[in-house]
């Protein structure tokens, strides 16, 4: 499906509202474009909230059987690495 819009002389634009809907975009969000080398095409992403970040990386430490480290031993590694 092909959208059209207009720039404006500031550069802005609207996007359209399926392309915000299926991206899941919301006001205050942060996009990225992003452009592929070989082709030159370019790309709108979305940027990941925290939330989303926290929860891929909670997957994927399950996943793999990862536990999370305390408070006590990222101090010592902190206190390790700042010794040396």
Do not use: C
Request: hydrophobic share 35%; glycine share 4%.
């Amino acid at each position: 499906m092909t959208y059209s819009t207009t720039l404006t002389i500031k550069g802005t634009t609207t996007i359209p509202a399926a392309i915000r809907k299926e991206l899941g975009l919301q006001p205050g969000m942060k996009i990225q474009f992003e452009q592929d080398t070989k082709t030159g095409n370019f790309f709108i992403k979305r940027s990941l909230s925290i939330e989303e970040v926290r929860a891929m990386n909670q997957t994927y430490m399950k996943e793999h059987s990862i536990q999370p480290r305390t408070d006590e031993e990222i101090a010592k590694v902190k206190a390790t690495a700042w010794a040396t």
